[in-house]
């Protein structure tokens, strides 16, 4: 709480926590706040600008939409606080959208990764009990973990499929079994393996997970529901129920989707998914709202 007091104090929390709670608190307690609020407004604003940084795809259309959003953000700030001053990070943002020019999305050039391999490092410097040269230590750690790797076959590219535990199921006793002996080409009472879980290029994806199948004519975001994950020869197949997309709710900064009655299913592998992030979809804590949000990571 201390550190939520002060405006100029730490928050407490790690980027990725920080970007986490950020997508998601107007979700938590949007509810609470009017519709026309300015400070919530500087909120969404930074959300638009975050949409567009993050995204791993760009267009030099939108990196003209995003210098606009900063200079809307950093004046809005300055309005809405007359008696602060933009900090560094506000005036990096600034240089983003000419980045972007030169070196393409700026997703792929971030160092969260480097930083979180720091974790090694910091977590054992509180247990090896070395102060005198905690440097050489870390160091000859670090080279031990890294022969391990090595001499262990392990490898950045090994186990890009993983699949979890589940059970051998008959296609006959599965709902919507025929749709699903069309599309693997299998006969109905065949053995088909229902996973619990998958895990693709380090990406875990579990039932009832949201993912972006398809998107419509107007470039909408289409989502599918995970309803199984099902392994048969050698390959995973995600068998999806698909959800209706209504719109985008701004307020919220979510996408707005709602099942559907006839519950329509469809297939994808995961190479083939529009995006291959698995998401969340969330309730409001609005009374009587029926809808469910999906809070995007970037511009989808």
Excluded at 34 to 44: G, K, S, T
Excluded at 93 to 110: D, K, V
Excluded at 113 to 120: K, L, V
Excluded at 139 to 150: D, G, I
Aim: with cysteine.
């Amino acid at each position: 709480m201390n550190a939520l007091r002060s405006p100029d104090g730490a928050s407490g929390q790690k980027a990725g926590q920080m970007w986490c709670l950020v997508r998601h608190l107007p979700l938590m307690i949007g509810d609470l706040v009017p519709a026309e609020d300015e400070h919530w407004e500087l909120l969404l604003a930074l959300l638009d600008c975050t949409d567009l940084i993050f995204s791993p795809v760009i267009s030099k259309g939108q990196i003209i939409y995003l210098e606009q959003l900063i200079a809307d953000h950093h004046k809005l700030f300055l309005e809405l606080f007359p008696d602060r001053h933009l900090k560094p990070k506000h005036h990096f943002m600034l240089h983003y959208p000419s980045a972007m020019r030169l070196y393409g999305p700026l997703i792929h050039l971030w160092v969260m990764r480097f930083e979180a391999f720091h974790n090694f490092s910091r977590r054992l410097s509180h247990i090896m009990c070395n102060f005198q040269n905690a440097a050489k230590t870390l160091a000859y750690r670090n080279q031990m973990l890294l022969c391990y790797n090595l001499m262990s076959g392990k490898t950045l590219m090994d186990k890009s499929l993983e699949v979890g535990p589940g059970e051998s199921i008959i296609l006959a006793s599965m709902k919507d079994s025929a749709a699903i002996a069309q599309h693997l080409n299998m006969a109905l009472y065949d053995d088909v393996f229902v996973a619990k879980w998958c895990r693709c290029n380090g990406t875990e994806y579990r039932k009832n997970a949201m993912v972006v199948a398809a998107k419509d004519d107007d470039g909408c975001p289409l989502f599918g529901k995970i309803r199984h994950i099902l392994a048969f020869r050698s390959a995973v197949t995600l068998m999806l129920e698909m959800w209706h997309t209504v719109g985008f709710e701004r307020h919220y900064h979510a996408h707005i989707v709602q099942p559907i009655d006839a519950q329509p299913v469809a297939f994808s592998k995961v190479d083939d998914l529009i995006d291959f992030h698995p998401l969340q979809a969330n309730q409001s804590y609005r009374r009587g709202c029926a809808l469910y949000y999906i809070s995007p990571r970037y511009v989808l």
